[in-house]
C-alpha cells in the first residue's frame, strides 16, 4: 500500500531532497543537487518565489520506505501573465512503479482541482533559472549540475497517464574549435573599433556587481517570451545572484556594453560542478567544499548558464563579439567544451549562434508535459 505523506519537518525535507541520491546511486549519469541551495529554494521563508507561488511536497512511502517524490507549484504570477489556469510538477522521482507514480501525480492532480485549476504541466519550477523538463532522450550522457536526470520510464508513465507534449528543451555541445573563427574575429574588431561597443574588463567580482541589475533586466526583457516565463523580482534577483556568484569564474563571464555604457549583450558560463558534487554527493562538508573550489578554479567543461544579446543588436553582428571574447579565453585555458543548459527547441536567436562552432547539437532533450485536469 502506497502512502502519501506531505512534507512538513526539516527532517522530512531533507529526505525529499536526498532520496535521488539513493535512487540513482548506481547511475553514473545523475549529478546530485547541492542540498544547502536546494533547502533555501525550497524554504518559503528565504525563496522569494513563494511571494507569488503556493507550494506543497509529498513523499511517497511503503512499508515505511520511501519510493517517491512531487512537488507542486501554483505560479499565480505565471497564470495572471499568460491567462492560464495550470498547477506545475517539479521535483518528481519515483521507484519503477506505476501505482507510485499515480499516486504522486494524482495528489497534484487533486490540489489543483480542488483550487480551480484546469491543467497540471511539467516538469517545471518557480521561475526560468529553476530546473525545468523531464529528460525524454540522451539518458546515455553526463546530466549538468544545472538539470535534472531521470530514468526511460518517467516518459513512457507520463505518456500511459494522458500526458502529452507541451514544450520541449534541446542540450548542446560546443567545441572549443570554430572553422568561423578568422570570420568571427574579423567581425568582432570591427564592431568593437567602429561600432562604439566595447568589452567590458572585469578583474573582481566587486566589479561584476553593478553589473547584475542590468543583466537580469536583460534576462526579463529577452527571455520574457520564452515558454512559462514570469519576470524575476527584485528579491529574486538578490536572491540567484547570491547563489551564482559563488560558482562562477570570471573568466568565461563576458559583458559587451554600447557606446552610452549600457549592457548590449552577456554570457555567463561556469565550470562544470557535475564530478564535484558526484563525489560529494551534494554536501559541502566535509570535503565537498575542496572539490567545488578545485572545479572552479581549473575546470575542464563549461556550463552555459545564461546567455542574451539585446534585441535592436542581435542582427548587427554583435553576437559573434560575445562568442568571440568567451572563445578566445577558454581556448586559452585548454576548455574542453562548453555544454548548454536547456534551450527551447523554437529559440533559433540562441541556437544560431552555436553555427559559428563545431558543435554536436541535441545530445540531450527534455519535456514539459501537459494533462487536463478533472473534475470529480
Known amino acids: ?100 507514480f499515480t499516486a504522486l501525480v494524482g495528489v497534484i492532480e487533486a490540489w489543483g482541482a480542488e483550487q480551480g485549476l484546469s491543467e497540471i504541466v511539467g516538469p517545471i519550477g518557480f521561475c526560468d533559472l529553476d530546473k525545468e523538463g523531464m529528460l525524454v532522450d540522451g539518458f546515455e550522457r553526463d546530466s549538468m549540475f544545472i538539470t535534472y536526470y531521470n530514468f526511460p520510464y518517467y516518459p513512457e508513465f507520463m505518456q500511459r497517464y494522458g500526458f502529452e507534449k507541451e514544450a520541449d528543451w534541446t542540450e548542446h555541445i560546443i567545441t572549443m574549435q570554430s572553422p568561423e573563427e578568422a570570420r568571427m574575429a574579423r567581425i568582432s574588431d570591427r564592431l568593437l573599433s567602429r561600432g562604439g561597443f566595447r568589452v567590458v574588463d572585469l578583474k573582481s567580482k566587486r566589479q561584476l556587481k ?83 573550489l578545485r572545479a572552479i578554479r581549473h575546470p575542464r567543461i563549461l556550463d552555459m548558464y545564461l546567455v542574451a544579446v539585446r534585441g535592436d543588436y542581435r542582427k548587427s553582428g554583435l553576437p559573434a563579439v560575445l562568442m568571440n571574447d568567451i572563445y578566445h579565453r577558454a581556448k586559452a585555458d585548454h576548455i574542453l567544451f562548453a555544454e548548454t543548459g536547456p534551450e527551447l527547441e523554437t529559440n533559433l536567436n540562441v541556437q544560431n549562434m552555436w553555427g559559428l562552432f563545431q558543435s554536436e547539437m541535441n545530445v540531450r532533450r527534455r519535456r514539459s508535459w501537459k494533462k487536463e485536469i478533472h473534475k470529480a
Not at 42 to 52: D, G, V
Not at 56 to 71: H, P
Not at 224 to 243: A, C, D, F, M, N
Open 1 to 100: 500500500m502506497i502512502e502519501l505523506y506531505e512534507v512538513h519537518s526539516r527532517r522530512d525535507m531533507l529526505e525529499f531532497i536526498e532520496f535521488p541520491n539513493r535512487l540513482y546511486a548506481k547511475v553514473p549519469q545523475y549529478v546530485p543537487a547541492l542540498v544547502i541551495d536546494e533547502l533555501s529554494n525550497l524554504s518559503a521563508r528565504k525563496n522569494p518565489a513563494f511571494e507569488y507561488c503556493d507550494m506543497r511536497f509529498f513523499l511517497a512511502r511503503r512499508n515505511g520506505k520511501t519510493v517517491g517524490r512531487i512537488g507542486g507549484i501554483i505560479s499565480h504570477k505565471a497564470n495572471e501573465r499568460w491567462r492560464e489556469k495550470k498547477i506545475r510538477i517539479t521535483r518528481m522521482d519515483f521507484v519503477e512503479d506505476y501505482e507510485v
Open 210 to 292: 553593478p553589473w547584475i541589475p542590468e543583466i537580469f533586466r536583460l534576462i526579463n526583457s529577452e527571455y520574457s517570451q520564452l515558454y512559462g516565463v514570469v519576470p524575476l523580482t527584485e528579491r529574486q534577483i538578490k536572491y540567484y545572484t547570491s547563489q551564482f556568484l559563488t560558482l562562477i569564474n570570471l573568466r568565461y563571464v563576458s559583458l559587451i556594453a554600447d557606446a552610452e555604457g549600457k549592457l548590449a549583450a552577456f554570457g555567463v558560463l561556469a565550470p562544470s560542478l557535475a564530478e564535484p558534487m558526484k563525489k560529494c554527493r551534494g554536501r559541502l562538508f566535509p570535503t565537498g567544499w575542496f572539490h567545488l
